[in-house]
C-alpha cells in the first residue's frame, strides 16, 4: 500500500515545456483544474499527499517522477537525461530525506529519468532511451542490486520513456501498448493490449484499491474493470500536451 505521494504544482511557464506531441500548447488555467483534481483523486485513494510549490526555473517540473525512484526501503535520485530539466531534483531530494534513510543518487555521465523506471513485484524494468543512458542504468543496477532487487533493461524505440507505453496494476497484469505487447521480456505476464488509438492511457497506476486511468478512452477502460479493477478516470489533457502521462504527476512511495 503506498501512504504518500509528492505532487508539484505546474509552473507558470508550464506551456514551455518539452514536448513531441503536435496537440498544441496547453492551457495553464486548464491545467491547474486538471493538476488540482489529480490531487483530488490521490487524497480519495488515501494517501497524504505532499504539495510542493510551482517551480518556475523548471517549466517541466510538475512531472516529478522523472526526478526520483522510490520504494518502501530507498529513494535513488535520478539525474534526468535533458538539460532545461536538470536542477529538479534538488527540492525533491530535500522532501525525500524526511522520509528515508537511504537515499542513493545517479550521478554523471550517467542519466535516468524516473519515467524509465517500472517496478513489478521485485524486478525493475529499466528502459534504455534518450534520457536513460547505459551509464545511468548501471547505477542504479547497482543500487538494486545491493538492495536485493532483479532487473531488466530494454532499449526503446518509439516511446518517450518505459512508462510511457507500459504499466504494472498487480496481479501479473500488465497494461501495455505499441513496441511492448509483443515484447519478449514481458512474457509470462498477463497483457492488457492497448489499441494503437489508445496508447496515451498505456500509461495508467494503480494506487492502493483503484486504477487511475485518463479520461476518454473506453476500450482499456472495458478491459481493466472485465478484470474486476476499480477505476477512477482522470481529465489529462493539457498534460498530455507535453508528453506528461499519468504517472508522472506524482511519487508514491
Ligand atoms: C519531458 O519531456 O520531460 C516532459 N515534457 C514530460 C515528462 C513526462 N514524464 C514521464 O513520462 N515520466
Redesign the pocket.
Known amino acids: 500500500m503506498f501512504k504518500r505521494a509528492i505532487v508539484r504544482k505546474p509552473s507558470k511557464n508550464f506551456q514551455d ?3 513531441k506531441s503536435n496537440l498544441g500548447k496547453p492551457i495553464y488555467n486548464k491545467a491547474l483544474k486538471q493538476h488540482s483534481n489529480y490531487v483530488k483523486v490521490l487524497d480519495n485513494c488515501g494517501l497524504e499527499i505532499i504539495k510542493l510549490n510551482a517551480d518556475d526555473r523548471f517549466p ?1 517540473s510538475t ?1 516529478v ?2 526526478t526520483a525512484i522510490v520504494n518502501e526501503e530507498f529513494a535513488i535520485i535520478t539525474n534526468i537525461g ?1 538539460l532545461s ?1 536538470k536542477g529538479e531534483e534538488v527540492e525533491i531530494k530535500q522532501v525525500l530525506e524526511m522520509f528515508y534513510d537511504n537515499i542513493e543518487s545517479i550521478k554523471k555521465p550517467g542519466t535516468v ?3 524509465d523506471v517500472l517496478k513489478v513485484e521485485n524486478c525493475y524494468y529499466i528502459g534504455l532511451s534518450k534520457r536513460t543512458n547505459k551509464e545511468g542504468a548501471r547505477q542504479l543496477i547497482e543500487v538494486l542490486r545491493k538492495y536485493g532487487y532483479s532487473y531488466v533493461t530494454i532499449p526503446l524505440t518509439n516511446v ?2 518505459l ?2 507505453g507500459v504499466s504494472y496494476i498487480g496481479d501479473n497484469n500488465l497494461i501495455a501498448a505499441g513496441e511492448f505487447i509483443d515484447n519478449l521480456n514481458f512474457i509470462g505476464y498477463n497483457i492488457i493490449k492497448v489499441k494503437e488509438n489508445e496508447k496515451y492511457a498505456a ?1 495508467s497506476v494503480k494506487i492502493n484499491n483503484y486504477v487511475l486511468i485518463p479520461k476518454g478512452f473506453e476500450k482499456l477502460k472495458e478491459s481493466i474493470l472485465s478484470l474486476g479493477y476499480k477505476i477512477i478516470e482522470i481529465e489529462m489533457s493539457e498534460f498530455r500536451k ?4 499519468l ?2 504527476l506524482s511519487l508514491r512511495f
Open positions: 515545456g518539452i514536448t517541466d512531472f517522477e522523472d535533458t530539466r529519468d524516473g519515467g518517450l520513456h512508462k510511457s500509461n507535453l508528453d506528461g502521462g504517472s508522472c
